[in-house]
T-cell receptor, first 111, second 113 residues
Framework: GENVEQHPSTLSVQEGDSAVIKCTYS??????FPWYKQELGKRPQLIID?????GEKKDQRIAVTLNKTAKHFSLHITETQPEDSAVYFC??????????FGTGTRLKVLA | GAGVSQSPSNKVTEKGKDVELRCDPI?????LYWYRQSLGQGLEFLIY????????KSGLPSDRFSAERTGGSVSTLTIQRTQQEDSAVYLC???????????FGSGTRLTVV
């Protein structure tokens, strides 16, 4: 079945450094790739997304890149801040509406 | 409503009992999704509803799990004869008829003792 792999499972960075989280997907028909941030005890919230006709998208300190040929996409956070500490999930569409999520990356930003 | 509402927020039940979890999507959203998040794990797809189409039930883990959506709005996820491995946070999401950006509810934390 469809699968999304996410690495690393945990990531610690010093405040101000960059963080990169990588995902691969198996369904070549996937055409939409959202990223969600989940703070402890809270609901996942969409932070950025990218569609398959675009290779890169940026929103302030956050960027996402997509390589459709390799079925890879990545989240880049620059100038990390303590409030960036959370669990981040990537996802890829499967079929028309369903998302398959990665297993999550716990990011810790050390002050 | 302004957001996706789920109730109850917490539910403790005894093994073997049935439970019902409720989701009230954003008004006008035609697509509704249920996911399960076990402690420290990712989000596992359970089921989704889109308009009047037959639901995609491919993620339901066993026949003890069922869901319905009445009138194209509120959805109920039912777990019969609960087991300890059913303990998890059950998240509901909705979207406006496209897959571009689900909005999640706060979830129901189910504990089976």
């Amino acid at each position: 079945g469809e699968n999304v792999e996410q690495h690393p499972s945990t990531l610690s960075v010093q405040e101000g450094d960059s963080a990169v989280i990588k995902c691969t997907y198996s369904d070549s028909a996937s055409n939409y790739f959202p990223w969600y941030k989940q703070e402890l005890g809270k609901r996942p919230q969409l932070i950025i997304d990218i569609r398959s006709n675009v290779g890169e998208k940026k929103d302030q300190r956050i960027a996402v890149t997509l390589n459709k040929t390799a079925k890879h996409f990545s989240l880049h956070i620059t100038e990390t801040q303590p409030e960036d500490s959370a669990v981040y999930f990537c996802a890829a569409t499967s079929g028309t509406y369903k998302y398959i999520f990665g297993t999550g990356t716990r990011l810790k930003v050390l002050a | 409503g302004a957001g996706v509402s789920q109730s109850p927020s917490n539910k403790v039940t005894e093994k073997g009992k049935d439970v019902e979890l409720r989701c009230d999507p954003i008004s006008g959203h035609t697509a509704l999704y249920w996911y399960r998040q076990s402690l420290g794990q990712g989000l596992e797809f359970l089921i989704y509803f889109q308009g009047n189409s037959a639901p995609d039930k491919s993620g339901l883990p066993s026949d003890r799990f069922s869901a319905e959506r009445t009138g194209g709005s509120v959805s109920t996820l039912t777990i019969q004869r609960t087991q300890q491995e059913d303990s998890a946070v059950y998240l509901c999401a909705s979207s406006g008829g496209s897959p571009y950006g689900y909005t999640f509810g706060s979830g129901t934390r189910l504990t089976v003792v």
